[in-house]
């Protein structure tokens, strides 16, 4: 039985007469209530953005179909106060708007859709959206972490959750992966915050340690074994740049983690560290097309790093790089770089 048999079919099991034109009356009022529904998401997918990916433009709502499928969905919950669907539609085509002052209004949309149906995980990832978009500058943290508990609710409720039009293009989510992927851009924008604001209370803090011992000198050196690369590496290349805070190693790390696909921020002593690199690249040096390790450092990242050069129908590399706090390394490198 469909959702809308079961929220307005009724059955008697004895129909009399006035009881069955009842029922006859109340699928017809059904019937229109569904399909004006129906006719609401056809005109509000119409709305969506078209993305085109050899434009320069960012795609934009066609603002008329947005406003129309938001006045039948108006019509739907004027009708039928209990209507989940239209209730959340409602509430997604005022954030589609980004319309804030009316946003309060589409919390509480949804805040009754949630009473009537706890369990709809749409409810949470548009409650999720709303919450983000709803924060200030000053409360931003506290809206992306409210946007994350949402999202985790929908898939919480339904682990293979996406939706089926998605929110804004640049949060389109009609899969479950780009769901999870979008949950994930979530959790590293809070996690970005916060290392900026501990930045900030770092820079700010008079009493803050500075590391004002001299840096020693490094020229660039290339070589095939892994003993000496590693050498260079964790015992000169890194103590020609300055120490930094944990928490600025945190705020680099995030600035390449995405574009390496790195897997994790290794720290530890620097025999620790310099064990683990030298495991690594005695791994690399096995590979077919291995050509040379190469070691640098990068002042403007304080930063040292080792780049690993293949040689496989073209050049490639696989990049290790390693900074320094006051008391211990941290590592990084690509997915092929394991603890």
């Known amino acids: 039985m469909s959702f809308w048999s079961r929220l307005f079919g009724k059955q008697e099991s004895k129909p009399t007469a006035i009881a069955t034109e009842k029922k006859d009356n109340a699928q017809s009022v059904s019937s229109i209530q569904e399909d004006e529904f129906q006719k609401a998401m056809r005109i509000y997918r119409q709305s969506q953005p078209k993305y085109d990916p050899d434009s320069i433009r960012f795609p ?7 406003r129309n499928a938001f ?8 009708t039928d106060p209990k ?11 005022i954030y589609d708007f980004y319309d804030r ?8 949309d949804v805040e009754k859709a949630i009473q009537l149906n706890p369990n709809n995980p749409r409810a949470y990832e548009i409650r999720g959206s709303l919450f983000y978009a709803m924060s200030s500058e000053d409360d931003k943290e506290n809206g992306i972490q409210l946007a994350i508990e949402n999202s985790k609710k929908a898939l919480e409720l339904n682990p293979q959750y996406s939706s089926d039009f998605g929110t804004r293009i640049s949060t389109r989510t009609t899969t479950n992966s780009a769901f999870r992927k979008n949950l994930n851009g979530l959790e590293r924008s809070l996690e970005e915050l ?3 604001r501990q930045l900030q209370t770092e820079a700010q803090s008079a009493d803050q340690s500075k590391d004002s011992s001299p840096l020693a000198e490094f020229k660039e050196i290339t070589n095939k074994s892994p003993d000496e690369a590693t050498d260079a590496l964790c015992k000169e290349a890194i103590y020609a740049v300055p120490a930094i805070s944990e928490t600025m190693v945190r705020k680099y790390y995030l600035d390449v983690s995405s574009s390496w696909a790195s897997e994790q921020l290794i720290e530890g002593s620097p025999e620790e ?11 690399m040096k096995a590979q077919a097309g291995f050509q040379n390790f190469t070691v640098k450092t990068y002042l403007a ?3 040292a790093q080792l780049n690993v050069l293949f040689s496989l129908g073209g050049f490639t590399f696989q990049p290790v790089r390693v900074w320094r706090s006051s008391e211990k390394l941290f590592v990084c490198g690509n997915a092929a770089f394991k603890p």
């Not at 934009?60 to 947005?66: A, I, Q, V």
């Not at 006045?71 to 004027?78: Q, S």
């Not at 209507?83 to 085509?93: E, F, I, S």
């Open 60 to 66: 934009s709502f066609n603002k008329e179909k947005l």
């Open 71 to 78: 006045e039948l969905f108006c019509k739907c919950v004027e």
């Open 83 to 93: 209507n989940v669907d239209a209730l959340l539609m409602k509430a997604q085509c």
């Open 101 to 108: 002052e009316q946003m309060a209004s589409a919390m509480e």
């Open 194 to 196: 916060r290392l900026e």
């Open 273 to 283: 560290i310099a064990s683990t690199v030298l495991k690594n690249l005695q791994r």
């Open 301 to 303: 990242d304080n930063c």
